[in-house]
């Protein structure tokens, strides 16, 4: 567990970075993780039917399928009634990841808690068809233009039990 501190020899810098960044995208994971289990167990709880990373095309994994992956794989189910949820605790640039995933499925939508993501991404993110949804808290981060088209996450459940009922009828 020495890696990278060098002990009697020469610190090893490069090895010291690369150990530090692997014991934090290991937290990061852990994070991202924990709260795809809190969106499931709300999902649960709200009656919503839902698939967990499961694969689509190319092998994609997209964190949540709504109704579920058998409905998305079936060639007659109305794509109409398909939702995808994507899940970033922190967005940067890896918003695009989400992109190819669940080619079905349009326009997509990305769930983060990144607070004040600027203009010019949001601007990208509707240009490719993706609609942000964030906690109702941080919309006070965001520009009111950007507010505009925010949604929150009580309006993204409602617009997935919504698509459930029609299915049910």
Known sequence: MSQGFGGDREVDID??????????????????????NHLSHLFNSLGIHHSRATITERRSKPDFLFP???????PAFD??????????STCKDR???ILPEADRISPKH????EAGISGNQT?????QGVHLVLPRALHETYSA????WLQDVRGFTDLVVVRQQADRK
């Open 15 to 36: 090895g010291f970075m690369s150990f530090s960044l692997s014991v934090q995208n290991r937290g990061k994971s852990r994070v991202g993780l924990a709260f795809e």
């Open 68 to 74: 579920g992956v058998t409905e998305y794989h079936d």
């Open 79 to 88: 794509p109409l009634r398909l939702t995808m949820l994507g899940v970033k």
């Open 95 to 97: 918003w695009r990841q």
């Open 110 to 113: 990305l769930l983060t808690l």
């Open 123 to 127: 601007d990208e993110m509707q240009s």
């Open 145 to 148: 233009s950007q507010r505009g």
